[in-house]
């Protein structure tokens, strides 16, 4: 008997660890049965692992087999969702009207697992698809995070849907505005910190593509020598009186790291004010006005903006 069972237990070891090399082969993590736990029936299994059957959640991605997220990280994602991202993304994430992919379809969000994935996507940007970079005082890591809860909460309820539609993808036209209203709401909006004559100067002829123009100047992305933004700075005054000026790498309530010219960096604890710590950020302003966009003003402007060369 004894031995009829080491027999036994050898077989289920080597059933194991094929489970465990085939999913690593794929890719995947192997999910080993529990002793004593219940099982499913094979065609449950079947349908769950390909995303088959009735009700059955997909189980090919890890955004897909997380637990619910916290309801009010959930509900502050989607505010600064709604805000940063919606327009080039769409309210329900399947791509909007300035030519954002669909994130529910996309490989990044439905292999992400906590924003490890997402983070940095939004944080740096992809400069080739036009999508402009969030420094770390527009959206903090805590933002991020928020945005990304939000972002997996959608895929949950989503169960796989979003597929584009069929054919090929399908030419964005944002040229629909009116320049002379854009040229207004430019000379009242703008025109404190931006010219036509000057920093903008030829901005209509920088870029190939009107839509990556638009999401660049909505993200405040467009001034500046050459389109690039002067970056976020910062003064930090310590209790001696030295003044310390650096780029912001990052800041928050318990620190701030700043890049120095000769490529080192230097952090410096906060307590409070102490040390005084000063901001200068040249996207400010448009961080300012975001909130209050329409789709007129948006498609106003960038009608304007293309013709200033």
Partial sequence: MRSKMNFIGLGVLFLASVAVQRGAQRGGTAVLPVPGAPTAQAGQRGGAAR???????????????????????ISRG??????????????????GEQGGPNLLRSEV???????????????????????????????SMDDIRAIAEYIHSVL??????????PGPPVALNVLVGDAAAGRAYFEAKCASCH??????????SRFANPAQLQNTWVAGGAGGRGGV??????????????????????????????????????SFRRDGDSPKVEIHNPREGHLKLLPGYTD?????????????K
């Fill in 109 to 139: 969000t439905m292999n992400d697992q906590s924003g490890e994935l997402i983070q940095p996507v939004i944080r740096d940007g992809r400069r080739n698809s036009g999508m402009p970079s969030m420094p770390p005082l527009d959206l």
């Fill in 156 to 165: 949950a309820t989503a169960r796989g849907q979003g597929s584009p539609p």
């Fill in 195 to 204: 010219s036509a004559t000057g920093d903008l100067k030829g901005i209509g």
């Fill in 51 to 73: 995303g088959g059957g009735q009700g059955a959640p997909t189980q090919g991605f890890p955004a897909q087999q997380r637990p619910p997220g916290d309801a009010g990280l």
């Fill in 296 to 308: 007129k003003d948006i498609h106003d402007v960038t009608a304007y903006l293309v013709t200033v």
């Fill in 78 to 95: 989607n505010t600064l969702y709604g805000i940063h991202c919606r327009s080039c993304h769409g309210a329900d994430l399947r791509g």
């Fill in 229 to 266: 933004t002067s970056p976020v700075t910062a003064t930090v005054t310590l209790p001696t009186g030295q003044k310390v000026d650096g780029r912001v790498i990052r800041s928050d309530d318990f620190i701030i790291t700043l890049g120095m010219p000769d490529g080192t960096s230097r």
